[in-house]
């Protein structure tokens, strides 16, 4: 085919369809040449370019949806359960307003003091008080003023937010008697006002971490949903999205729901579809051999440690999925598993790469394939990026490397959980990516 497309001849298009790892070699057997990409052929990635205008993707895959199920729709014009009705409509979107009774049912009416984001913090801080190393807290009392600050009874998402903040100013060393009063102070402010504000910067870039603890706290599933987050997981793959919503389909139609019929895809079945779909993603690798191994192992790990950074008191950054890391960074065989994870479409390239804060080199910068995501209850959107070490570049992406990976695992446990004392220690196998710049900037206490 290669040696087809160099030696053609007139004003002919060849088209190839393939799939990225399906280009094994640009050899030819015309002396040896092998073709050059913009020269002897030019390179057409749909799903970038589907990734780059989101509204075209977004267009096409709704009417790629809407022909799919036209059969299934109803023939009336008219009403709430009619052709008439927007796509969008027809699936449950999961519940984001801090102040949805949806959240007081999820701490299961308990009382601020009693709920698991509270008593964690309680119990974190009662264990360290006899060391005396808690900036601020001197006794028992100290500690009941600081629950007592930051309850919010009536909305448990912002009060979990209030406990993140102080875990936060704990792990940078500031007084949390302090720190407490001035998030009793910004809580009460927009609670009030539900305004714009420091307060409200930092429950929207958490609001993801912060639901999927309280969702692993009372023993829930995650909650995947809406035709809007189905279409940002299918990273720019119409096959993926048909996947994800075959999946829901089949769970909606199992647990006796009508879809597309009455009502509306009930969150349960799209969570259940979601994972379904990932798990058949996911699952595809196995057949690739020696390979597709070290993918999946890479990839468990790297989801492994997003995990610890998800459900951590305190996060290092918010619905962490990517990383960036340089080319010159990693050895041989971590590098070649990066390249074979992006061939297969585990990991996503982001476009345009990222500054380094010091160096202001260019890296390269990747994300974990959405498809993905629920198989480990991860975000679906995408804020914050890790730069990644050589240590645990290597950690990663080498499947040889197991104990090296449980060391970074430990270090990321540890900075990111109280007591925090690895937090405050230097360790030259660990880049501590935007701890300083980011929630220094973010939480400002």
């Known amino acids: 085919m290669n040696t087809l497309v160099r030696d053609r001849r007139g004003p002919a298009t060849l088209k190839i369809g393939a799939r990225q790892f399906g280009i094994k ?4 057997m015309s002396a040896g040449e092998e073709n050059v990409k ?8 749909l ?5 780059r205008n989101e509204k075209t993707y977004k267009d096409l895959v709704a009417l790629l949806v809407e022909r799919r199920l036209q059969n299934f729709w109803p023939q009336s014009s008219t009403g ?29 009416g308990a009382p601020s003091a009693d709920r698991p984001h509270m008593l964690r913090l309680r119990d974190a801080l009662a264990s360290r008080l006899s060391r005396g190393s808690i900036p601020g807290v001197r006794n028992d009392e100290d500690i009941q003023a600081i629950m007592d600050a930051i309850a919010v009874p009536d909305a448990p998402l912002l009060e979990k937010l209030n406990t993140v903040l102080m875990f936060n100013a704990w792990a940078k060393g500031l007084d949390l008697t302090h720190t407490a ?23 929207d870039h958490y609001k993801s971490d912060l639901i999927a603890q309280m969702f692993r706290d009372a023993s829930f599933r995650h909650n995947y949903g809406g035709l809007d987050e189905f279409t940002r997981m299918s990273e720019g793959q119409p096959r993926a999205l048909i996947t994800l919503l075959k999946q829901t389909f089949d769970w909606a139609a199992f647990q006796g729901e009508r879809p597309f019929e009455a009502g509306s895809i009930s969150l349960d079945a799209e969570s259940k579809g979601a994972l379904a779909a990932a798990d058949w993603f996911y699952n595809n690798m196995r057949k690739a051999g020696g ?12 989801a492994e440690l997003f995990r610890i950074n998800r459900f951590a008191d305190n996060p290092i950054e918010c619905s962490l999925i990517g990383f960036s890391v340089s080319a010159r960074v990693g050895s041989e065989i971590a590098q070649r598993n990066l390249r074979l994870a992006l061939d297969h479409s585990f990991l996503v390239e982001i476009l345009g790469g990222q500054s380094e804060r010091n160096s202001e080199q260019v890296t390269g910068k990747f994300q974990l394939n959405r498809m993905l995501v629920p198989k480990w209850s991860l975000a679906t959107g995408r804020r914050g990026i890790k730069p ?5 570049m290597n950690a990663i992406f080498d499947p040889e ?16 959980n109280a007591p925090f004392e690895r937090a405050r220690r230097a360790s030259k196998d660990f880049v501590n990516g935007s701890v300083g710049d980011s929630q220094d900037d973010l939480f400002g206490y």
């Open 25 to 28: 070699t640009l050899a030819t």
């Open 291 to 302: 390979e597709g191994q070290a993918i999946l192992i890479a990839v468990d790990r790297l």
């Open 38 to 45: 913009d020269s002897e052929f030019e390179e057409l990635r």
């Open 47 to 51: 799903d970038l370019r589907f990734r």
């Open 181 to 203: 009063t001035s998030v009793r102070s910004d809580c009460d402010a927009f609670v009030r006002s539900k305004g714009a504000g420091r307060y409200r910067q930092k429950l």
């Open 401 to 416: 490397m197991g104990e090296a990976f449980e060391r970074v695992k430990a270090d990321w446990t540890s900075r990111m």
């Open 80 to 108: 709430m359960a009619a052709r008439g009705r927007r796509l969008t409509d027809w699936f449950e979107e999961p519940k984001r307003d801090p102040f949805d009774p949806f959240f007081l049912k999820l701490v299961k």
């Open 388 to 392: 990644l070490s050589e240590t645990e």
